[in-house]
């Protein structure tokens, strides 16, 4: 079973749609957990953070569920610009932090 | 400025040769990390140098030899390359061993023919 995974999509979703992605893990002592985005043919960029209280960063909202070991993340109002890869990221301690990523969902959204 | 710079962008390259991709950064962090994104766009670590000295080292075959002169820089060099090695290889580096948010340079495109 892989450590991190995800729907590989594609999401084809038109402007203005929402659209939201999940994304499990399987250590549970994972500590640490991250969205990043990588467009195509480019490195990945952290997106957001995500904690268990939820967090929101315009129309991005990510939320975490520990006992259920997911992770989730929400975009509103989709913009032709948000069509990217979204790679859900978990990270657990052994002295060093180790990330891990999981396959990335990839998103299209159309005029 | 980029912050991580690697290079080459682009490496293509026969079966059985040996090649070195370079990476610095300028952000004065301490941690640096080689990763491996296969056909299948899975990415995934292969070695962490933490102030020059390996921290990750994930049962990547003995081909692959990174090695840090310094903190700012973090080389990897492939021997006898092998068909499978093809994939996108990039940099990345962290405040320090704790911090996760890591910051990737432009990756390295590397074909073996």
């Known amino acids: 079973r892989k450590e991190v995974e995800q729907d590989p999509g594609p999401f084809n979703v038109p402007e203005g749609a929402t659209v939201a992605f999940n994304c499990t893990y399987s250590?549970?002592?994972?500590?640490?957990f991250f969205w990043y985005r990588q467009d195509c043919r480019k490195e990945p960029k952290l997106l957001m953070s995500?904690?268990?209280s939820g967090n929101e960063d315009g129309r991005f909202t990510a939320q975490l569920n520990r006992a259920s070991q997911y992770i989730s993340l929400l975009i509103r109002d989709s913009k032709l610009s948000d069509s990217a890869t979204y790679l859900c990221v978990v990270t657990f301690s052994r002295g060093f932090q180790k990330l891990v990523f999981g396959t990335g969902t990839r998103l299209l959204v159309s005029p | 400025d980029t912050a991580v710079s690697q290079t080459p962008k682009y490496l293509v390259t026969q079966m059985g040769n040996d090649k070195s991709i370079k990476c610095e950064q300028n952000?004065?962090?301490?941690?640096m990390y080689w990763y491996k994104q296969d056909s299948k766009k899975f990415l995934k670590i292969m070695f962490s140098?933490?102030?020059?000295?390996?921290?990750i080292n994930e049962t990547v075959p003995n081909r692959f030899s990174p090695k840090s002169p310094d903190k700012a820089h973090l080389n990897l060099h492939i021997n006898s390359l092998e068909l499978g090695d093809s994939a996108v290889y990039f940099c990345a580096s962290s405040q320090d061993a704790r911090d996760t948010e890591a910051f990737f340079g432009q990756g390295t495109r590397l074909t073996v023919v």
């Open positions: 140098y933490n102030n020059k000295e390996l921290i």
């Open positions: 995500v904690y268990s």
């Open positions: 250590n549970s002592a994972s500590q640490s």
């Open positions: 952000l004065g962090h301490d941690t």
